[in-house]
């Protein structure tokens, strides 16, 4: 069975620019949630969403948003890119849409913003 | 502020001795702990997990011990192995939080000297 896949692996953006990050779930999994891993700290909650809903929002300005898909894909995006943007995102899937744990988490997309 | 705070950025072992990683919290509505090891270029692996009803729970050569008076609590690998060489993330939940999300610690580097 395919892991969490996340597309891109790598990208490197210009400040002021928008980003796309592509997540697919295990084939089952009806839950994904987003994080962000800023080199040498843990990785910090942005979203999780449950049956294409969102159910979690963590402390993440509004240039940041989520959708998930009827195919419980789902997609992250950041506008209005600032340096402080460059991380790992990290995509995480699992059964459950309220318990925290089950997840399987993806290799993630290294973003640099320049 | 920091909830979970791993305070060794690093940890050497010889390889078949001991590797004990801590791990402190500071909020009390924490009742959900999990260990996730990382790998360069990979995605948080789920390790062991324990619920704040126990205070022991061990899998293997991975046993993690929750001190909830001392808001403490420790991974345990034994013997340790040199494929054990990682960063491991401490992380808390509320159960039935799914909305929050998991708080990391920024992560222990356990180095298993040969």
């Known amino acids: 069975d395919a892991g969490v896949t996340q597309s891109p692996t790598h990208l490197i953006k210009t400040r002021g620019q928008h980003v796309t990050l592509r997540c697919s779930p295990i084939?089952?999994?009806?839950?994904v949630s987003w994080y962000q891993q800023v080199l040498g700290q843990g990785p910090q909650f942005i979203f999780q969403?449950?049956?294409?809903?969102?159910?979690g929002r963590g402390n993440f300005p509004d240039r940041f948003s989520a959708r998930q898909f009827p195919n419980y894909s789902s997609e992250l995006n950041v506008n209005a890119l600032l340096l402080g943007d460059s991380a790992l995102y990290l995509c995480?899937?699992?059964?459950?849409?309220?318990?925290?744990?089950?997840?399987?988490f993806g290799s993630g997309t290294r973003l640099t913003v320049v | 502020d920091q909830q979970v705070k791993q305070n060794s950025p690093s940890l050497s072992v010889q390889e078949g001795r001991i590797s004990i990683l801590n791990c402190d919290y500071t909020?009390?509505?924490?009742?959900?702990f999990l260990w996730y090891k990382k790998y360069p270029a990979e995605g948080p692996t789920f390790l062991i997990s324990?619920?704040?009803?126990?205070d022991k729970n061990e899998d293997g050569r991975f046993t993690v011990f929750l001190n909830k008076s001392a808001k403490h609590l420790s991974l345990h690998i034994v013997p340790s192995q040199p494929g054990d060489s990682a960063v491991y993330f401490c992380a808390a939940s509320v159960t039935g939080g799914g909305a929050d999300g998991l708080t990391f610690g920024k992560g222990t580097h356990l180095i298993i000297q040969p």
């Open positions: 084939s089952g999994h009806k839950s």
């Open positions: 995480a899937s699992s059964h459950s849409g309220t318990q925290n744990y089950g997840y399987t």
């Open positions: 324990i619920s704040s009803i126990k």
């Open positions: 969403y449950y049956e294409k809903e969102e159910r």
């Open positions: 909020n009390s509505m924490f009742d959900y």
